[in-house]
């Protein structure tokens, strides 16, 4: 079983709040990614890490913003959020080896603003 | 990256084995078909990976022609908890510097 944690689970907030989503791995892995899926759609890499202070934006244009600092941590901070953020967030991580493109994924947070 | 083609939705009955074809026909040669499974509200889970022939582990199959322009994910005796978005991805290894891209995926409803 994946150890991949974010927390919270779901946050209802209103506009203009600044929040941050945790995500944490157990599993040492190097490389971790956030993607952003609305209901029903496709899943959008908006960040991705492949290690300490490595950050990168993914394919999907996002406002917001994401830090490492530890290697089994990778927080998602949104300065200031809109109802056009309302969407669930998955984190994911990956390590060496094979499978090669396996990546483990948490439960999600499901963000609604207000 | 490879654009990956694949059904909207599919239907089956419990105990059946269910196929589920992807198109790839511009796969690159350091191209891996990687599979994934998601349920409403989880985060997705990856099934499988194959690059060429034929792979199988516990839970599926993976069919692979030479050509590599096609995948086919064998699911065997399905059961109603296989009812689940199945995504079909072709990309380099992540370790290589890819990304995983998610398309639409096939929706399997699976019934009684």
């Known amino acids: 079983e994946a150890d991949i944690y974010q927390t919270p689970r779901y946050l209802v907030i209103g506009t203009g709040k600044k929040i941050t989503l945790e995500c944490s791995q157990t599993?040492?892995?190097?490389?971790m990614y956030w993607y952003q899926q609305d209901p029903g759609m496709e899943l959008h890499l908006i960040h991705y890490s492949y290690g300490v202070n490595s950050t990168e934006k993914g394919d999907l244009s996002s406002e917001s913003t994401v830090s490492r600092i530890r290697t089994e941590h990778f927080p998602l901070t949104l300065e200031s959020a809109r109802p056009s953020h309302t969407s669930q967030y998955l984190c994911?991580?990956?390590?060496?080896?094979?499978?090669?493109?396996?990546?483990?994924f948490g439960p999600g947070t499901r963000l609604t603003v207000l | 990256l490879a654009k990956t083609t694949q059904p909207i939705s599919m239907d089956s009955y419990e105990g059946q084995e269910v196929n589920i074809t992807c198109s790839h026909n511009?796969?690159?040669?350091?191209?891996?078909i990687t599979w994934y499974q998601q349920f409403p509200s989880q985060g997705p889970r990856f099934i499988i990976q194959g690059y060429k022939t034929k792979v199988t582990n516990e839970v599926a199959s993976l069919f692979i022609p030479a050509d590599r322009k096609s995948s086919t994910l064998s699911l065997p005796r399905v059961s109603l908890s296989d009812t689940a978005v199945y995504y079909c991805?072709?990309?380099?290894?992540?370790?290589?510097?890819?990304?995983?891209?998610f398309g639409q995926g096939t929706e399997l409803s699976v019934k009684p």
């Open positions: 991805l072709v990309g380099p290894r992540v370790d290589q510097g890819g990304k995983l891209i």
């Open positions: 599993m040492g892995h190097d490389k």
């Open positions: 511009n796969i690159a040669t350091n191209d891996y």
């Open positions: 994911a991580s990956s390590g060496k080896g094979q499978p090669y493109n396996e990546q483990f």
